[in-house]
C-alpha cells in the first residue's frame, strides 16, 4: 500500500482529485469495469489479470479517497475553505463522495463491458490512457510534494496496467481489426469518403495521408453533387414561385 501524506491541505484542489474518485476515467470505474470484465471472462488467464487489476484499482481507490479528504478537511471547520464546494461541505461534511469534479454522481454508464474479450481489453487500454492524462494534469495542477508523489505513483501504475492489457490482446494472435464475428462488407471496408470538404469558412482544407491513402478507394467529396443539386433545385423553385406570384399580380392589374 502506497503511504499519502500531504502539507498544506488544499480544498480547491481536493475537489479536483474528486475527478479520479467517482469521475468516468477514475479508479471506481476501473476497478468495477475490470472485475466485472473478469467475471464474465471465460479465458482462465485473462480472467485473473482482469481481476488482478480490478482489485489493484480499488486500493488506488482508496490513495485517491484518502488524498482528497486530507484535501477536503479544512471544509469541516471554515467557510472560506468551505465555498471552494459547498455541496461537499453543507450535504457531505467535508468528505469525499462518489460524483466527480463537477458534482456529477458517479453512475454505471461509465463502464464499457461488451463480453468480447478482444473489445474490452482495447476499451481497458484506452481507460488506461485516459487515466494516464487526468493523473498528469492533476499533477501540474499541484504544489504539495506529498500529493504529487502520491499521484505520480498512480500515473505509474496506468502505463503498467495498459501494458499488460496490450499483451494479453497481443497474445490472442488477432489482427487490430478483427472485431466479431461477421466478417465486413469487403468493396466497403476499403473506401474512405472525403465528407469534409470546402476552403476556409465553408469547411477544413482537404489534407491526404496514410489514413486516406494506402489500401483504401478514394471517393472525393460524396455528397458535394447532391448538395449542389438540392441547392439548384431551391432555387428554381423559388424563381418559378416569385414569377408565379409576379404574373397573378400582374394580371389583378
Known amino acids: 500500500m502506497k503511504r499519502v501524506r500531504i502539507g498544506e491541505p488544499d480544498p480547491r484542489f481536493g475537489r479536483m482529485l474528486l475527478e479520479q474518485f467517482g469521475g468516468a476515467n477514475g479508479e471506481l470505474a476501473a476497478a468495477m469495469q475490470y472485475s466485472i470484465q473478469g467475471l464474465n471472462c471465460e479465458d482462465p488467464g485473462r480472467k485473473d489479470l482482469l481481476m488482478d487489476i480490478g482489485t489493484e484499482e480499488l486500493s488506488h481507490l482508496e490513495i485517491v479517497g484518502t488524498l482528497a479528504r486530507m484535501h ?4 469541516k471547520k471554515w467557510r472560506t ?29 461509465y463502464l464499457k463491458i461488451t463480453g468480447d474479450l478482444a473489445v474490452d481489453l482495447r476499451s481497458n487500454i ?30 505509474t501504475r496506468e502505463i503498467t496496467h495498459m501494458k499488460a492489457f496490450m499483451v494479453a490482446l ?30 476556409g469558412d465553408l469547411g477544413e482544407a482537404d489534407l491526404r495521408g496514410p489514413w486516406n491513402e494506402d489500401g483504401v478507394k478514394y471517393v472525393e467529396s460524396p455528397v458535394k453533387p447532391i448538395a449542389e443539386g438540392t441547392a439548384e433545385e431551391v432555387a428554381k423553385e423559388i424563381t418559378q414561385s416569385v414569377n408565379k406570384r409576379a404574373r397573378k399580380s400582374a394580371s389583378r392589374r
Open 72 to 75: 477536503l478537511n479544512p471544509m
Open 81 to 109: 475553505a468551505a465555498e471552494a464546494d459547498p455541496l461537499i461541505a453543507i450535504a457531505g461534511g467535508g468528505g469525499v463522495a462518489l460524483h466527480n469534479s463537477q458534482d456529477n454522481p458517479w453512475t454505471a454508464d
Open 126 to 155: 484506452a481507460a488506461e490512457a485516459r487515466a494516464k492524462i487526468v493523473y498528469e494534469r492533476l499533477i501540474n495542477f499541484c504544489d504539495d510534494p506529498g500529493t504529487k508523489d502520491a499521484l505520480q505513483f498512480l500515473m
Open 170 to 199: 497481443d497474445t490472442m494472435g488477432m489482427d487490430p481489426l478483427d472485431v466479431g464475428a461477421i466478417p465486413p462488407t469487403p468493396e466497403l471496408v476499403t473506401t474512405f469518403f472525403n465528407d469534409s470538404s470546402g476552403q
